[in-house]
């Protein structure tokens, strides 16, 4: 059985929830970015327990299914853009349709409704939050940082960074104190 998370976005987020299941006697099979499966079907008691204990630390279980999609999709393009090593130089609605299989119109008109924005504009707003923690770790080159993040050049990434925080990289990078945003805020 398959159990949804909202808000579990990272490594130290599986860690967290994955214990949490364990202090209640269930024991997770595989534990991934918003999905957690277990071998037997959970008792309403446990599932309210868990809920509680979730929340303490801002996750919470979705039990409906269009939660569950747009968490899907959140979840996809996470993977993708902060711990995927795949080329991002990629077609977005076949990849994220791909992964939740599902068409991908249904997907944009669910995720625009639900969210307000568009799954693009999220993409985008993933890439910059991504770009903004390389240029801050001050280890690569913005060349190197756009070809990462599949942009065609350094000006395009530039031009899209500017749009979304207001400051070119350069500047942001001269900054004492970096503004970068949670994942589970984006």
């Known amino acids: 059985m398959k159990i949804y998370i909202k808000n ?4 130290r987020c599986k860690m967290v929830v994955k214990t949490e299941f364990k202090k209640i006697g269930l024991h997770p099979q595989t534990v991934d970015l918003g999905e ?5 079907a959970p008792t309403n008691d446990e599932l309210k327990t868990l809920d509680h204990n979730l929340r303490q630390y801002g996750f ?8 569950q999609i747009i968490n899907k999709i959140k979840n996809t393009i996470v993977k993708l853009v902060h711990y995927s090593d795949q080329n991002m130089i990629i077609n977005l609605s076949e990849f994220i349709s791909s992964e939740i299989n599902l068409d991908y119109h249904y997907l944009s008109n669910l995720f625009s409704e ?3 924005t568009t799954i693009e504009k999220y993409f985008i707003t993933q890439r910059i939050e991504r770009a903004k923690e390389l240029i801050v770790y001050d280890e690569l080159s913005l060349s190197e940082i ?3 993040l599949g942009y065609s050049s350094v000006s395009y990434l530039s031009n899209q960074f500017k749009k979304v925080t207001g400051l070119t990289p350069t500047h942001y990078k001269s900054l004492k104190e970096h503004k970068r945003k949670n994942i589970e805020e984006l």
Do not use: F, H, L, P
């Open 8 to 11: 579990m976005v990272c490594s």
């Open 146 to 148: 756009a070809y990462q």
């Open 114 to 116: 639900v969210e307000g």
């Open 36 to 40: 957690i499966e277990i071998e037997t």
């Open 60 to 67: 919470e279980i979705i039990d409906d299914r269009k939660s």
